[in-house]
């Protein structure tokens, strides 16, 4: 194994272990090798086989990938300006996240005054959580109305029929989590 990957390796695993709070025994005996293997493996001075690594992988709960990855940076900031945003009639959504999380969208919605937003039925089984910052927003769901002043909440179906607005005289900001069901086969 090269020099630079065993590094990787040993620094990679290293900290997932103390991201656990775990100690080398705890893991080792998890991962069904030797204390001493996996001391060698922290320290860069192991040359392990691809069963040793899959068993240090399962242990730690990561892909074989994510061991010989690249070191990632600690945290990265992402300005507001580099998130994805579109235009939908008057109103803006801009994810809130920069990666994807599956099953999950988060989005920020900017409805000016008198905007009215439909949305999109998701797959069946959906439910979609709608949180108003600022408003007030009045959500439309199944036929029902929801009037939101900020704080509120309303959980619903996201695969019904919807639609969200602003009925008053400033912009009304409300944050939209979907959680989708599966999709059935």
């Given at each position: 194994m090269g020099e630079e990957l065993a590094e990787r390796l040993a620094r990679n695993i290293r900290a997932l272990r103390e991201a656990r709070g775990a100690?080398?025994?705890?893991?080792?005996?998890?991962?069904?090798?030797?204390r001493a293997t996996w001391g060698n493996l922290e320290s860069g001075a192991a040359n392990p086989t691809l069963q040793v690594l899959y068993g240090v992988a399962n242990a730690l709960s990561v892909s074989l990938e994510e061991l010989r990855a690249a070191p990632r940076a600690r945290a990265r900031h992402y300005p507001v300006a580099s998130l994805s945003s579109r235009q939908r009639g008057a109103v803006t959504v801009r994810k809130l996240l920069p990666d994807p999380l599956p099953g999950l969208e988060l989005d920020r919605m900017e409805l000016p005054p008198g905007a009215?937003?439909?949305?999109?039925?998701?797959?069946?089984?959906?439910?979609?959580?709608?949180?108003?910052?600022?408003?007030?927003?009045?959500?439309?769901?199944?036929?029902?109305?929801y009037q939101l002043e900020p704080g509120d909440v309303v959980v619903f179906r996201g695969d019904q029929r919807h639609s969200y607005e602003n009925p008053g005289r400033k912009v009304a900001v409300g944050y939209s989590a979907v959680v989708l069901a599966p999709a059935r086969p």
């Open positions: 100690t080398q025994a705890e893991l080792a005996k998890l991962a069904g090798v030797p009215r937003l439909v949305g999109v039925p998701h797959t069946a089984g959906t439910r979609e959580y709608l949180v108003c910052e600022s408003g007030p927003l009045v959500l439309v769901a199944s036929g029902e109305r």
